[in-house]
């Protein structure tokens, strides 16, 4: 009886080619080649061009100074014109003489008349009383990080609640980059901000207010003596906040470090215990933030949202309910009386 035959090839490269993942394709760079013709009229005088766009006749003549690749009028020219959209962006750094064709060694063609007449780049005077010339400039389209969950959530946010946005601490400081859309490292996250500089530093760089919002009930909790500068910087903080619920959302927040620091304050008088110099700045600088804060949430367009939205329930602890009733009109008992 013969012997099996035995096959001895080699099929492990078969397999893993099967193992292997398909490779996604680099997306394919979109351009386009912008076209704008410049026209012109005059004549040869003793050998030397005397042409101007001055000198073009009315439009049921001759055409505009400037058309576009269709040879419509267009009212821009090389100087000023502009792609189409900001996904778009300029892949020459500036326009360019078309020098392909037959033209002259400035890029000019001539003809006797600007419709129907052939163009040519040598100019005999008796058939050269028009010109024109050809310019261009290539854009390509940028390619936009994807839209991802992640990206999602980070440009427009789940909720403004505080404790959703310490759980996803990890996107502090970690813009997206636009050409590549993988997060860059600015600045360690978990770093705490105790001055002014980083704590303004760091609602520059973040991206959405209540990142914003968590930056300065950061710097709160770690600032120590330099919270005796914050009052005079909440405009400032304010006007980096995009919604009027943020602001709200802050003065809440203070308000709340503050009731627990009265709180605290009270303990001290109920046990007979004075409090030190350091709590006792630590409340007066509190009291300092929430007026400026109060100040600028004056500007709100109704002022009752703010006591609505906490006896609402949305911001649950935020202060005593005692302090937020129907004769409560501001820190300063300045504002509108209540309805």
């Avoid at 064709?101 to 007449?117: M, N, T």
């Avoid at 209540?210 to 710097?219: D, Q």
């Avoid at 919604?243 to 308000?255: A, D, G, V």
């Avoid at 004769?327 to 009386?337: A, F, Q, R």
């Amino acid at each position: 009886m013969a012997d099996p035959h035995i096959s001895l090839i080699d099929h492990t490269e078969e397999v893993r080619e099967e193992d292997q993942e398909p490779v996604e394709k680099p997306p394919v760079e979109e351009s386009h080649i912008d076209i704008l013709y410049e026209n012109q009229r005059g004549w040869f005088i003793f050998g030397m061009p005397l042409f101007s766009q001055k000198a073009l006749w009315n439009l049921k003549v001759d055409p505009s100074p400037w058309l576009n690749a269709d040879f419509k009028p267009v009212a821009v020219d090389i100087r000023n014109a502009q792609v189409p959209d900001p996904s778009w962006v300029w892949e020459w750094k500036s326009w360019y003489v078309d020098m392909s064709h037959d033209v002259d060694e400035e890029g000019w063609q001539y003809s006797f008349y600007f419709r129907k007449f052939a163009w040519h780049g040598n100019h005999p005077w008796f058939h050269s009383l028009v010109r024109r010339r050809r310019w261009l400039r290539k854009r390509v389209k940028q390619i936009l990080p994807p839209k991802t969950k992640d990206n999602r959530e980070r440009l427009f946010g789940e909720t403004f609640s505080i404790g959703t946005t310490l759980a996803r601490s990890s996107t502090h400081g970690r813009p997206l980059s636009v050409d590549t859309g993988k997060r860059v490292e600015v600045e360690e996250v978990d770093e705490d901000i105790r001055d002014i500089p980083t704590l303004m530093t760091r609602l520059k760089n973040a991206a959405i207010d209540r990142e914003k919002i968590v930056a300065v009930k950061r710097f709160i909790d770690d600032s120590g003596e330099e919270l005796y500068y914050l009052a005079e910087r909440i405009p400032a903080i304010m006007s980096m906040l995009i919604f009027q619920n943020s602001r709200r959302q802050l003065l809440t927040n203070l308000m709340r470090t503050f009731e627990a620091a009265r709180e605290h304050r009270e303990e001290h008088k109920m046990n007979g215990k004075p409090e030190d110099e350091f709590e006792e700045r630590r409340i007066d600088n509190l009291i300092k933030a929430i007026k400026a804060a109060d100040e600028e949430c004056k500007k709100l367009e109704y002022w009752s949202d703010i006591r609505g939205m906490t006896k609402g329930g949305n911001n649950l602890a935020a202060s005593d309910v005692h302090d937020w009733d129907h004769t409560w009109h501001g820190i300063d008992s300045s504002g509108p009386v209540h309805p």
